[in-house]
């Protein structure tokens, strides 16, 4: 495999935090843009990649659907990297098939909104693509019926994902750098990999290069496991890769910093974004759900008035 340095990874894919931010206000606002002009964001994906957009609205005020805002974006990204993890370690994939679909999937959603493509179904088609390139050969059938979804989803989302990554399939997860430290350190091998899940919730893959993403979770599991005297391994570090100190330990506090801060979401937090996600997507579903919402209210009144005849009547 080509050297990191040398890589689209390096030159392509990494970036600054106001890179980050800039990115994902220009397709939030794009959602926007259109759940104003077509009422909807869903996009309809063919196999061969093309997209087709919804038929625009008479009147702009006939969109009742509200758009998610960058916050709740993130939220949802953060929810679905996690349940990337979950279904991985279902199908006891190696780490770097982990590994390589978050980062497939972050650099996905660079390109689009969560209210454009639903996550649940680029997650899965992310999966699919790292275990091809990954040559852990698993059908769309064989993960789709794992997960109870159907598998022509992944099939449908393939080209339009590898388009949106330009297709730069090779990707460096911080898993792999971990090996090539680990000749020295073996004992930290399972609570650097855990360290580094952690980090994957969070924006430092498309921030730092993977073997800093690696350090970070070395030195963070030797703090708790005290197995070498991890300054001391630092500098044997930096003079053999000549890294400048300052900057690598100012680099490592920043992912340690983004990994303290880091929010899972629960089912619980998801379920209004989810709702305001499903109403972008689809507003017949807002109005079925406020129709079932106005009948279950009235079926109520009615059972309570009919509750207080039977009283008086008693």
């Known amino acids: 495999m080509a050297d990191f340095q040398t890589s689209t990874h390096r030159a392509k894919w990494i970036f600054t935090p106001k890179d980050l931010f800039e990115k994902r206000e220009a397709v939030n606002w794009r959602a926007r843009k259109m759940l104003e002009q077509y009422g909807s964001t869903r996009l309809e994906v063919d196999v061969d990649g093309s997209i087709s957009y919804p038929e625009p609205l008479q009147d702009p005020k006939d969109s009742a659907a509200k758009p998610l805002n960058c916050e709740e974006e993130q939220l949802m990204r953060v929810f679905y990297e996690q349940k990337i993890q979950e279904v ?44 091809k390139i990954e040559e852990n050969h698993v ?91 991890f300054e001391r391994y630092l500098e044997r570090i930096i003079t053999r890769q ?30 209004h974004i989810d709702r305001k996600l499903r109403s972008c997507l689809d507003p017949s579903a807002q109005d079925d759900g406020k129709k079932r919402e106005k009948k279950s209210k009235h079926k109520s009144k009615r059972t309570s008035n009919e509750m207080q005849i039977a009283h008086i009547d008693g």
């Open 88 to 131: 991985c370690g279902a199908f006891k994939f190696p780490h770097k098939i982990q590994g390589t679909a978050i980062i497939y999937f972050k650099r996905f959603y660079l390109q689009w909104s969560v209210m454009e493509h639903h996550p649940k179904h680029i997650m899965l088609t992310c999966i699919y693509a790292s275990c």
């Open 139 to 229: 059908s769309a059938e064989e993960l789709g019926k794992g997960i109870q979804q159907d598998h022509q989803v992944i099939l449908n989302n393939e080209m339009v994902v590898l388009q949106s990554l330009g297709f730069d399939l090779i990707v460096y997860a911080p898993y792999r750098s971990i090996e090539g430290f680990i000749e020295d350190i073996e004992e930290l091998r399972e609570a650097a990999n855990f360290e580094v899940d952690k980090a994957m919730l969070t924006d430092a893959p498309l921030l730092f290069p993977p073997g800093q993403l690696a350090l970070s979770a070395l030195r963070n599991s030797n703090e708790a496991l005290n197995v070498i005297d």
């Open 242 to 271: 000549s890294p400048n100190a300052s900057q690598l330990i100012e680099s490592l506090n920043a992912i340690d910093f983004l990994v303290g801060k880091v929010a899972i979401p629960t089912a619980k937090d998801m379920r």
